[in-house]
């Protein structure tokens, strides 16, 4: 019950009690003789002052319902209008990744290839620490290049326009173990997967997030130790929940959150290969699917990813 309900329903009973024995008392003390008449005066006059009582407490009630009401509305005109604002910035914001991106590949295709071309040409006259200085060079500027088209892939993956498709996962996941035949066959890897069902969605955009969770899977494997990947789902209502979980070397509870931010990495790149982006964009294609990406970990013991996706 409300407090508005409750306060209405108190003040009822109180009038209603005080009234009969404060009437009660006032015959008394007048000494009027008992009859039936003035029980129905009492009454009448009750129902009367306790309606008129009731009336006064709805309109109040109503006027601020009405108060509520419109705030509540111009709030939800100033939500909508904020969500706008950010959809429309985020937007030219992967347009610009987009653009930034794409427009760099050339200059620095042009670096490296003039990097390369002085050590072809010149090569023998330099000594061995200019020769060192145009390694570094090439060096940094084939990451930038990756770095770029890592930030290209991204911001392509905003695209919620994507063709839909009716498949089965069992045959997507056969997919993934034959274009990764390589990686799997030369690392001690076992894949079990239990019953999974026939989705709907962005065929190539989900095998790319089974792939790079399978891939991480490997990739972060306790050394010396069989690769075991357990794929499962659950039928949630509304959704086809995943789970891609492995036994590998796990990832501390603060930087759980941390790891489907683009470009963070929680080990240097002479450890583990790698930029970043894999779970940036997981995170990016679950989302266009309506759906959500989060993983469990315990440290040294493996870890658990989780996705859902709208049926
Ligand atoms: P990358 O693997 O290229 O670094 P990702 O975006 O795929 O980029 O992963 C981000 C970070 O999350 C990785 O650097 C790694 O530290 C951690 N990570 C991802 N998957 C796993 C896993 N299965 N087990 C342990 N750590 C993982």
Redesign the pocket.
Known sequence: MSRTSTRIITIYFLTGISWILASDWLFTLLNYPEHPIYQTIKGCAFIIVSGLAFLYMLRKYEQRNTHYLKQLEELNTKLKSRAEELAASNLELEQFAYVASHDLQEPLRMITGFLNLLEKKYGTQLDTQAREYIYFAVDGATRMRQIISDLLEYSKMGIKDFPKENFAVTALLEEIKSLNQSVLNKTDVLISTGDLPQITGGRILLLQVFQ??I???V???KPGKQALIEIKHKDSGAFWEFS?A?N????GRD?LD???V??????PREK???????????KKIIENHGGQIW?T?EEGK??T?YFSIKK
Request: charged residues 10%; contains cysteine; hydrophobic residues 45%.
């Open positions: 790079n969770l891939l991480n899977a990739k972060y494997r891609v492995d590998g070397i796990g990832i930087s941390k790891i489907f683009l470009f963070q990495r929680l080990h583990f290969s790698g930029n970043g982006i894999g779970l940036a964009i997981c993983a970990s493996g870890s990813f």
